[in-house]
């Protein structure tokens, strides 16, 4: 079992930045890869980004790459996504997910594990 909770959320004006963290708990913590999704409003829930277990491997959707930047600290057992050049359309619940397989994280179906959510704003 691993337990998922997000923060850094806010509201920051369009151009901006910010870091969410995700801080896991649970003793398989580290054979999980590790995701961010996130859902505006009145759209479906969408991927964001996911990194493997060791760190070596990252993807990105295509909205966000060369923008956001996923890494871990396994020590620390905290996944980040690190949020620049925001945009009124980044506006969303993002999502920490966790799950054995990567290919399950970058089809966003039955991801074994979610996080409560962490709301950003970004304003015009």
């Known amino acids: 079992q691993v337990q998922l909770v997000e923060s850094g959320g806010g509201l920051v004006q369009a151009g901006g930045s910010l870091r969410l963290s995700c801080a896991a708990s649970?003793?398989?913590?580290?054979?999980?890869?590790m995701g961010w999704f996130r859902q505006a409003p009145g759209k479906e829930r969408e991927f964001v980004a996911a990194?493997?277990?060791?760190?070596?491997?990252?993807y990105y959707a295509g909205s966000v790459k060369g923008r956001f930047t996923i890494s871990r600290d396994n020590a620390k057992n905290t996944v980040y996504l690190q949020m620049n050049s925001l945009k009124p359309d980044d506006t969303a619940i993002y999502y920490c997910?966790?799950?054995?397989?990567?290919?399950?994280?970058?089809?966003?179906?039955?991801?074994?594990?979610w996080g409560q959510g962490t709301q950003v704003t970004v304003s015009s």
């Open positions: 997910a966790a799950d054995n397989l990567v290919r399950t994280l970058l089809a966003g179906a039955g991801v074994g594990y």
């Open positions: 649970g003793r398989t913590y580290r054979i999980y890869n």
């Open positions: 990194i493997t277990e060791s760190g070596g491997s990252t």
